[in-house]
Structure formats: C-alpha cells, structure tokens
Nanobody
Framework: QVQLVESGGGLVQPGGSLRLSCVASGRISSTDLMGWYRQAPGKERELVATIRDRGTANYADSVKGRFTISRDNAWNLVNLQMNSLEPEDTAVYYC????????????WGKGTLVTVSS
C-alpha cells in the first residue's frame, strides 16, 4: 500500500540544525497531504508541519520561524529543515501521509529520534 521511510535524526546541541527527510513509496499520489508529527516522552503526538502538492504549508505555533517544510520536485520526498533547535524539540519525529487513494487513511513511518542537548 504505502510505505514511509524517515532519515536525518540525531543528536544536536541547542541552536543547531537538522534536516529530516521522508520518502514515500507504494500507491501514492502527488495530491496526498504529507507532513511531520512528533512525540516527546510522556506527551501525545502533535502536528509539526504539513505541505500540499502546490506548496501550501502549515506549521505548529511552536516551530514557526524555525522549521521549514518542503516537497521536492520528486513529489514523494518531503523534508523538514529544523533550525535554532531547542531542548523542547526533543522527540521522535514521524512522517505522515494522508492517502487520497485509500480514502484518507493515515500512513506513518517508523519515526526518527531527534535529541537536542548540550
């Protein structure tokens, strides 16, 4: 059906940057909504950013001005550029795809861990 593979997580110091990538494969469409969610220890999963095929992006208030989501010309690739990282950004980041092929069903990657610590 749909498979999502994330990469780019790791350990960074406060103020540093990371770039996350997600590659989608399977029965996907360029019109599928894709984005990133994150889940910190002891907290519920929350929306970070989403992007549509025409580049319309939405961001959580907590990351506005620091994170940038993009979708490459290869429309099955979505990136999240994270700058000015803070310890509060520490979480497992999950790639998400809402499928127009499978009636709006959500698909998730395994997640990639981002740790922001000095």
């Amino acid at each position: 059906q749909v498979q999502l593979v994330e990469s780019g997580g790791g350990l960074v110091q406060p103020g540093g940057s990371l770039r996350l990538s997600c590659v989608a494969s399977g029965r996907i469409s360029s019109t599928d909504l894709m984005g990133w969610y994150r889940q910190a220890p002891g907290k519920e999963r929350e929306l970070v950013a989403t992007i549509r095929d025409r580049g319309t992006a939405n961001y959580a208030d907590s990351v506005k001005g620091r994170f940038t989501i993009s979708r490459d010309n290869a429309w099955n690739l979505v990136n999240l550029q994270m700058n000015s990282l803070e310890p509060e950004d520490t979480a497992v980041y999950y790639c998400n795809l809402k499928s127009s092929v499978f009636n709006g069903m959500d698909y998730w990657g395994k997640g990639t861990l981002v740790t922001v610590s000095s």
